[in-house]
Every structure is written in structure tokens, then in C-alpha cells.
């Protein structure tokens, strides 16, 4: 049995869904999950910041998968409620883990939030560091509880004879991910005949992007690993980090070039949707040139975990936009039909 905290979420159902094909599933939250699911996941409601519903969830659990957290805007208009959770839940949760008789181990879902987003040089590896005020205020918090999370999750796999393991994910592409987010924007407003609107300040930001399939594929060859007793114990828990997202750095401006580019292609130019900066007065923090100043190296995950290779950001989008093109073309029949 795997154990998903968080499970109600893009993430976690997304995850529920993938690794049901190969274990049971349970997922863990304070609100049922939207998605419906068949016979081999099932739902308990569970706080992470109650340690006693915590351990009694766990109880026939083997592997833990902890993805609980208070995100953006959230946490900033709740900072306790996200000190509450992304902190002392994840305590609780890598306590339970620890003392239990049963649990084999856990993983952590991480970010790539903890690198920052200014002044990126160098190599991005697991060993790249922690950068939580080179990133905009609006997630600097969230920064700071990624970074804490990881700095305790690293201490129970060093201290502990369990694996305590930390899945560090870029800006997750997929149905269902999050209204908010710049692509999902970008592709509803473009299927939309509106324009799409990177902003100036921002437009040159690198981001790092993953397809929400390899992120799945990560958890499961890891979960695989630890519950068949082939993730050895590390002096440094390094070893049980592993960075999974696309290695070609893809700024706000580029993503919105792509939308725009995929969206003509499927609708075949009956959709050309226009592309306008827009200038909030704020100043530029980014450069036109600063992806270049880094490389990311994911070789321990392609290596390791055996994934082979990683799907980019234009082949994630591509399939966004077919799918929801093929959904509009069915409900513009369903209406003619009518």
C-alpha cells in the first residue's frame, strides 16, 4: 500500500492515478479528491498537523508519498495555516514514518523553487543549494517551506534506518494543473481568441518544466526501489535526491511563443492568437540572455531511476492544446446537432 498526503491535489491525483496500475492506493487529506477513482484507490481524511491522525492513517501503510502543502497565494494569506502544514505536517508525517513498524520509507515532493529564480549561473544539480531570497516576494515563503521540508526530510534519512527520499519537480505541465499557472493561462486565453500577455518584468524569466507522465514515472521506479529493498542508506542524504525536469530552461516569453505556435498548427490557423507585453512599470529583473548562463544536469534521475529520457515543455504543450481542440470541435458538434 502507498500512502499519497496531499492526495486531492493536481499532484497527488495525478499520482493515485498512475501508480494504481501497480499498487494500492490511499490518499491522505483534509478534502476528499474531486477525481473519481477505481477499486485500488481509496481516500481517509487526515490532518498532517495532527500527529495522532497522522500515525493511525499509517498504520497499514508501506511507502509514504508526501505532497501536503499550503502553496501560492495560500500560504501568503495564511502564514500560519502554512507554517502549520508545510512545517510541522511534514514533522508529523516524517515522524510517523520513522516510528512505524511497517513503513519502508518516504518520499518528498520537492521543488525547483528552492534554486531561485534571479541570477541563476553554473550547473543545476541536486548539490545547487538553496536560494530562497532570489526569488519574487509573492513566493518567497513558499520557498522557505520547500527548503524546510527538504532540511527535515534530509535529517530523518540520515538519522533513520528508513529512506527518506526528496523528488525535487519543475513547474508540473498537464491536465489538470493548476487554473493559474502561466501555460494554462496562456492556452485557455489562446483557445479563447484573446491575446496572450507575458509581462515585461518577467518575460525573460528561465523557468524549468516538466510533463506531469515523467513526474509519475519518477515516483513510481523510486517507490519501486525503496519498497524492494534496492535504495541502499547514504552517509549523505544527497543520495536520495533527485531532480526531475526538462534540462533546456524555458523563459515566460518562450512558453507564450510556443502556445501561440501550437494553437495555430491544431486549429489549423483558425486560431491565431496574438502575443502582447504587457508593461506593468515594474523593473526587469531578468535578461534576455540569462538562460544561457546555466546548464541543468539530470543525469542521476536518467540514470538512476532509468527514465531514459524527458519529455520538453513544446511536446507537453502540444498535447494540451490537441486535447482540449478536440474537446471544443465535439462540443461545437454536440451544439449543431442540437
Known amino acids: 500500500m502507498v500512502g499519497i498526503t496531499g492526495g486531492s491535489g493536481f499532484i497527488g491525483s495525478s499520482l493515485?492515478?498512475?501508480?494504481?496500475?501497480?499498487?494500492?492506493?490511499?490518499?491522505?487529506?483534509?478534502?476528499?479528491?474531486?477525481?473519481?477513482?477505481?477499486n485500488d484507490v481509496s481516500f481517509q481524511i487526515c490532518d498532517v498537523r495532527v500527529f495522532e491522525e497522522?500515525?493511525?492513517?499509517?498504520?497499514?501503510?508501506?511507502?509514504?508519498?508526501?505532497?501536503?502543502?499550503?502553496?501560492?497565494p495560500g500560504i501568503n494569506e495564511q502564514k500560519r495555516l502554512g507554517y502549520e502544514v508545510n512545517f510541522l505536517g511534514t514533522q508529523n508525517v516524517c515522524r510517523a514514518v520513522d516510528?512505524?513498524?511497517?513503513?519502508?520509507?518516504?518520499?518528498?515532493?520537492?521543488?525547483?523553487?528552492?534554486?531561485?529564480?534571479?541570477?541563476?549561473?553554473?550547473?543545476?544539480?541536486?548539490?545547487?543549494?538553496?536560494?530562497?531570497?532570489?526569488?519574487?516576494?509573492?513566493?518567497?515563503?513558499?520557498?522557505?517551506?520547500?527548503?524546510?521540508?527538504?532540511?527535515?526530510?534530509?535529517?530523518?534519512?540520515?538519522?533513520?534506518?528508513?529512506?527518506f527520499g526528496i523528488i525535487r519537480m519543475g513547474t508540473v505541465l498537464g491536465e489538470g494543473m493548476p487554473e493559474k499557472t502561466a501555460a494554462n493561462i496562456f492556452i485557455e486565453n489562446g483557445l479563447g481568441g484573446k491575446s496572450l500577455t507575458p509581462f515585461k518584468?518577467?518575460?525573460?524569466?528561465?523557468?524549468?518544466?516538466?510533463?506531469?507522465?515523467?513526474?509519475?514515472?519518477?515516483?513510481?521506479?523510486?517507490?519501486?526501489?525503496?519498497?524492494?529493498?534496492?535504495?541502499?542508506?547514504k552517509?549523505?542524504?544527497?543520495?536520495?535526491?533527485?531532480?526531475?525536469?526538462?534540462?533546456?530552461?524555458?523563459?515566460?516569453?518562450?512558453?507564450?511563443e510556443i502556445v501561440r505556435d501550437v494553437i495555430v498548427r491544431c486549429s489549423d490557423s483558425r486560431i491565431e492568437p496574438k502575443i502582447e507585453v504587457v508593461d506593468t512599470g515594474q523593473p526587469s529583473v531578468f535578461g534576455e540572455k540569462d538562460k544561457k548562463l546555466v546548464r541543468v544536469d539530470v543525469s542521476k534521475v536518467l540514470n538512476l531511476l532509468g527514465l531514459g529520457s524527458l519529455k520538453g515543455p513544446k511536446e507537453s504543450i502540444?498535447?494540451?492544446?490537441?486535447?482540449?481542440?478536440?474537446?471544443?470541435r465535439a462540443q461545437a458538434k454536440k451544439g449543431k446537432l442540437k
Open 318 to 328: 502540444e498535447e494540451l492544446v490537441r486535447a482540449r481542440v478536440k474537446k471544443m
Open 16 to 38: 493515485a492515478k498512475h501508480l494504481a496500475r501497480s499498487f494500492d492506493i490511499r490518499l491522505f487529506d483534509v478534502n476528499p479528491p474531486r477525481q473519481k477513482f477505481g
Open 201 to 233: 518584468h518577467s518575460m525573460f524569466r528561465p523557468m524549468l518544466y516538466v510533463d506531469v507522465g515523467d513526474v509519475c514515472r519518477t515516483y513510481e521506479d523510486f517507490a519501486r526501489k525503496i519498497l524492494n529493498g534496492e535504495v541502499k542508506e
Open 99 to 163: 516510528e512505524s513498524p511497517r513503513v519502508k520509507g518516504m518520499i518528498l515532493a520537492g521543488s525547483w523553487h528552492t534554486v531561485g529564480e534571479r541570477e541563476l549561473r553554473g550547473v543545476i544539480d541536486e548539490e545547487f543549494g538553496f536560494r530562497p531570497d532570489k526569488v519574487a516576494d509573492r513566493a518567497r515563503l513558499y520557498a522557505l517551506a520547500k527548503i524546510a521540508q527538504e532540511s527535515v526530510v534530509r535529517f530523518y534519512d540520515e538519522m533513520s534506518g528508513k529512506i
Open 235 to 256: 552517509k549523505n542524504s544527497l543520495a536520495h535526491i533527485f531532480n526531475v525536469y526538462y534540462p533546456e530552461p524555458v523563459t515566460i516569453l518562450e512558453l507564450a
Open 54 to 72: 497522522v500515525r493511525n492513517s499509517l498504520e497499514d501503510v508501506d511507502l509514504v508519498i508526501h505532497g501536503a502543502i499550503v502553496q501560492i
